[in-house]
């Protein structure tokens, strides 16, 4: 049976940046659609508007019996999971993998929030980056859908240095942690890279076909 993808890409960029991870699992014999939303402007509420008509699209245009999963680079998790909390859509959603996705919110956001007010004005998007919104963002309780998360701790990103702990450059590792995860794997690439590479995409089909990531596969250099 084909996987049906829908791909998310994240703040500041288009559909483009998920093209190659769309070419990726298309290889693993996934059927994958890529939506592009509002990310840099807007904030997300907005943006989970514009997705969820594209999703009412997308569905209209399966059979009854088909369900898609809903694969999210950093800002693109956080639309996603807001759709999961509030969609009657539900039971059409197989699997979720949330990429570099700041599930406890960017501590960069927080400082640019802080110290530039007029940048966040402008980059709304932002805004809904900070910490203290996303936290209260909930997470789906749903046994049926299974969620995971790929997060990256490789820092090559200068701005990076301005983050506590292991970070990619963009997203502290530790933000990508959630109780609520079903799963989540930790690879040597940064925020930029994260969701261009072979490896990910492998993962983000196994998690879809198992429902949790080959650890141990990956140790022994999956």
Known sequence: MTKISVLVHGYNKNKKDMYTLGSNLEKLGHRCIIVDLPLTYKEIDYALSVFEKNIEEILNGLRENEKINLIGHSTG????????????????????VLIATPN?????????????????????????????????IGFIKNDKIKVGAIAGNKSRLLI??????DNDGR?????????????????????KEIHYK?????????????????????????
């Open 77 to 96: 998790g956080l639309v996603i999971r807001k759709f999961l909390l509030n969609t009657k859509y539900i039971d059409r959603i197989n699997s979720c």
């Open 104 to 136: 406890n919110g960017s501590e960069l956001a927080d400082i640019v929030a802080k110290r530039f007010k007029l940048f966040t004005s402008t980059y709304k998007t932002l805004k809904s980056l900070r910490t203290e919104y996303v936290k209260k």
């Open 171 to 191: 997203i502290k590792t530790s933000s990508v942690h959630h109780e609520g995860l079903s799963d989540i794997i930790i690879l040597p690439y940064g925020h």
């Open 198 to 222: 072979w490896d990910t995409a492998k993962l983000v089909d196994a998690f879809i076909e198992k429902g949790k990531f080959p650890h141990e596969n990956l140790k022994a250099g999956y």
């Open 160 to 165: 990076g240095r301005f983050l506590s702990g």
